[in-house]
């Protein structure tokens, strides 16, 4: 989900049907889209989730990038690193305003050299913390199979197998995220009430040292796949080349890189340091109020409450997880690699850390309305979704709202030529909006905001990365889908004309 874990944040479309693996999110039955955040972070849950880039197949493994996607991509490769250190700087020399040390510079108060002198270097302390955090979560991955799945109905867990790769390839995952996270958060809180091993503040002590370390975990795993994928890749007939060495990086060359036969890049980094790291995280944050303070807000508790439940509902889906975008379309590249590790939890969190230097408590109408507005949102994220892959899965043959859900058929051409049918759902709450699942995203992720009330910027920083990125998706993905369907594709808006606001958009 960062600059795609979404930088992982997007919640995307679930497939109606897996006929094929595609990258609209038209709502048919042959599309297959992202449903976490985390997993468009930064190409935009993501993701991971910064923006998705065009490029033109000349033959099965070599492609052509356009020259405004290149552009793009040597920006966020020399610019995000510093987007993310200004945002955490701002909180930890100016009470998170994101003006006043611009001013100060443009005043001749203070000078770039100066701000980033004053901010707290790389440290071994910080190096051992997260080279302890990123080991554990290894071994909770490779070394112990799931059991939750075992116990707790409705879960999937355990071995499963995921879409099949362009190469044919269908990939074994072990899916145990959700015990993961059981495990790390019963060790969190043991520690805190019992053991002492360590301060709940620690990550917030160290925040910007840990900055540096996610960082050269980014790059390094980067290089890594990078390199890998010219020398010794997993399935060399899932690479992707373009011939230009910026693109390769950033988008990644591997589909699905491996080490073993169960260590697959994707699926760990996608959730693993990142997200299961985020409730910590908020976490760490809350404990550094109640440290500070003497208590912890109700608009900190909202955070930690509302966020969770994301986080939760993330790793509860995991193995549906393996059939989004993130795993059935993308390369692991900078873009999943560097943005799980850094852009997903530096700035999915921001709220927590604005509230560190600005507690702000709520009065009791505003946190019910804004706790109703952040479950609401998830309310219409997560059964939107459920709605679509319930159509997906049966084919059409159940019921959405009561009643059998009502379609167009439609019919499209492949690149071999030939004719596929398609089916686009109009009941439910995609009869709505025709993509209302991002509506519920938006929604929730407004909530998160309206935790810190009205004084600075920086906490909206997500609403407003998320609209940015969800509106674009929308029209990105219908255009692909007007492309595909043409006249099917006019019926279908003629049913469903808003896109995430019913009357208005």
Known sequence: MILGNTYLKSSGEAAQHSETITTGGCGSVDEVNSD???????????????????????????????????????????????????????CDQYQCSLMDPLMEVYTGKTTPLDIWNQAASFSWTAAKIYAIWVSFQVVLYMCLPDLCHYFLPGYVGGAQEGARTPAGIINKYEVNGLQSWLITHVIWFANAYYFKWFSPTIIFD??????????????????????????????????????????????????NPRIGKWFDFKLFFNGRPGIIAWTLINLSYAAKQQELYGYVTNSMILV??????????????????????????????????????????????????????????????NAIGVLLLGLAGYYIFRMTNHQKDLFRRTDGNCKIWGRKPAYIECSYSSGDGAKHKSKLMISGFWGVARHFNYTGDLMGSLSYCLTCGFNHLLPYFYIIYMTVLLVHRCIRDEHRCSSKYGKDWKRYTDAVPCRLIPGIF
């Open 36 to 90: 976490s955040k985390a997993a468009e972070s930064i190409a935009g849950g993501g993701g991971s989730r910064i923006w998705k880039f065009q490029y033109t197949a000349t033959n099965s493994n070599a492609w052509e990038v356009d020259s405004f996607s290149l552009v793009s991509i040597l920006l966020l490769l020399c610019f995000a690193p510093f987007l993310v250190f200004y945002f955490v700087m701002t």
């Open 206 to 255: 160290h925040w910007i040292p840990l900055l540096w370390c996610t960082n050269i975990l980014g790059y390094a795993v980067s290089v890594f796949a990078f390199v890998k994928g010219y020398l010794f890749p997993t399935n060399a007939k899932d690479c992707k080349f373009t011939g230009n060495i910026f693109y390769d990086f950033m988008m990644g060359i591997e589909f």
């Open 304 to 365: 930690n409450v509302l966020q969770g439940i994301y986080v939760v509902d993330f790793f509860w889906n995991e193995a549906w997880y393996l059939k989004t975008i993130d795993i059935c379309h993308d390369h692991f590249g900078w873009y999943l690699g560097w943005g799980d590790c850094v852009w997903l939890p530096f700035l999915y969190t921001l709220q927590g850390l604005y509230l560190v230097y600005n507690p702000v408590q709520l009065s009791t109408a």
